[in-house]
């Protein structure tokens, strides 16, 4: 398994991968931890948990390297992947027993209530463009719910996905209660069918987690999915124009725009739009894409070359079925996996920009007419993740966003992830949640309890 500088496409280092004896091994020592692990306090726990939040904090610099290094992030945006990751550490440490303390029913028994038990082994199927990020919002609330965690992160992150583990060992959780898989996509059958293996969860593609949906459902175990989005960010006639801009770039670029909740379809009614266009573009034109590793870059490579490809194809054709270029719109020639800030308008429905998620930093602008136009074209979708909604009137907002079907709506703001509150999607976007209460209490027995008088 190879690690490969998306920056210059150099090797950084080789990795042997588990063979299936070997996996299978690793997952019969994880059932024997969880045993001991699903008894273990909420106390305890949550002490394991806040050193896992230290050992974060303390390799800090060394850990957003290994990403930046690994899938191209620029190096600030690493740094808070990181910081966020201690986050959810602390957040879940904090709160886990609250959120899964018996629930007292009254009914005509003695004593009813509703406990919240582990369920065993979870295996996470992880992408690579939050390499930290989205490991660490499943293992937090998984491991401090009781259960045991198994990562197969992506092949083109595995030191990330090693030093993941190393950290929750560092921090004394113990040997085998969270383990990385070094294994390709074809043994995941194999895992997911093995009787100790309780549940999945996977973050990526439609493809992927369609597969991984009908392989656990062949064994009648649970999923969580979190896949794809072609987020809307709609620009209202009321909408604080300069304020909405700045954060369209923001939104649209973070991670070099490989982000399932990155904002992709910038809906724009018509009396806005010649001014969105220009201010959008300038701000687009301003950023400064180069070396991931440089604190002054505003745009890193993408993760791979087929992804550099899938761009291209998706901004000509687009073009060639009518939508104009106003910046950008060709990879970049040299070493690495760059490709230009690109800004597309009018665009129709048809185009592969309307129609597809664009995992990278191409922006497309869709006219509409007024507000109801502008809500039927977020929903003319197949993903439903997340949206943004940019108007002066809240309650108007507040209003359109229950139109909206998508799994959030940020009103005035950039769409993202927070321990403090749900986050998954609808349609094609998945289905579960992670993150809050809501996102511990997947993964766990939901159970009735009924004592006579």
């Keep these: 398994m190879k690690a490969v500088n998306p920056a210059n496409n150099r090797l950084i280092k080789e990795y042997p991968e588990h063979e299936m004896a070997e996996v299978k091994h690793i997952i019969n020592l994880a059932q024997e931890e969880y045993h001991a692990w699903r008894r273990v306090s909420f106390v305890q726990r949550a002490a394991l948990m806040k050193n896992a939040a230290h050992v974060l904090r303390k390799n800090k610099e060394k850990l957003a390297f290994l990403i930046t290094q690994e899938m191209g992030k620029i190096i600030r945006e690493s740094r808070a992947e990181v910081e966020k990751c201690a986050w959810v550490c602390d957040y879940y440490a904090e709160n886990a027993e609250r959120f899964l303390t018996a629930e007292i029913i009254e009914t005509d028994a003695g004593e009813s209530y509703v406990s919240f038990e582990p369920l065993g082994i979870v295996l996470a199927v992880m992408p690579w463009n939050f390499p930290f990020w989205q490991v660490f919002r499943f293992a937090a609330p998984a491991l401090m719910a009781g259960n045991a965690g198994l990562l197969k992160h992506a092949s ?91 954060t369209a770039v923001q939104a649209r670029m973070i991670n070099a725009g490989q982000s399932c909740i990155a904002a992709k379809r910038f809906i724009v009614v018509e009396d806005l739009l010649p001014a969105f266009k220009q201010k959008m573009a300038e701000k687009m034109r301003a950023l400064k894409v180069g070396d991931p590793q440089d604190e002054s870059t505003d ?59 664009t995992f990278g930093p191409v922006a497309a602008i869709i006219p509409v007419q007024d507000e109801d136009e502008a809500i039927a074209v977020a929903n003319d979708s197949p993903f439903g993740l997340g949206a943004s909604l940019w108007t002066k009137n809240i309650e108007k907002g507040k209003t359109l966003a229950r139109e909206i079907r998508a799994g959030a709506v940020f009103i005035n703001g950039m769409v993202k992830s927070d321990p403090r509150l749900p986050f998954g999607g609808i349609k094609k976007s998945g289905y579960g949640r992670e993150l809050s209460h809501y996102g511990i209490k997947e993964f766990v027995n939901i159970k009735t309890v009924w004592v006579a008088e």
């Design 156 to 246: 083109n992150v595995p030191g990330c996905a090693l030093a993941i583990e190393k950290i929750f060992k560092e921090a004394g959780f113990p040997e085998n209660i969270f383990r990385t898989l070094l294994i390709k996509p074809n043994l995941i059958p194999d895992v997911i069918g093995d009787r100790h293996v309780q549940a999945a969860t996977l973050t990526g593609s439609e493809p992927a987690g369609a597969a991984v949906a009908a392989l656990a459902g062949r064994e009648i175990k649970k999923t969580v999915l979190e896949l794809g989005g072609s987020d809307p960010f709609i620009v209202l006639r009321d909408a604080d124009l300069d304020k909405a801009v700045q």
């Design 299 to 357: 745009v890193g490579p993408l993760a791979r070359p087929d992804l550099v490809r899938d761009l291209e194809r998706q901004v000509e054709k687009s073009i060639e079925q009518g939508a104009r270029l106003l910046l950008g719109g060709k990879a970049i020639e040299g070493p690495g996996n760059f490709y230009q800030p690109t800004v597309l308008t009018d665009v129709k429905k048809g185009m592969p920009v309307y129609e597809e998620e």
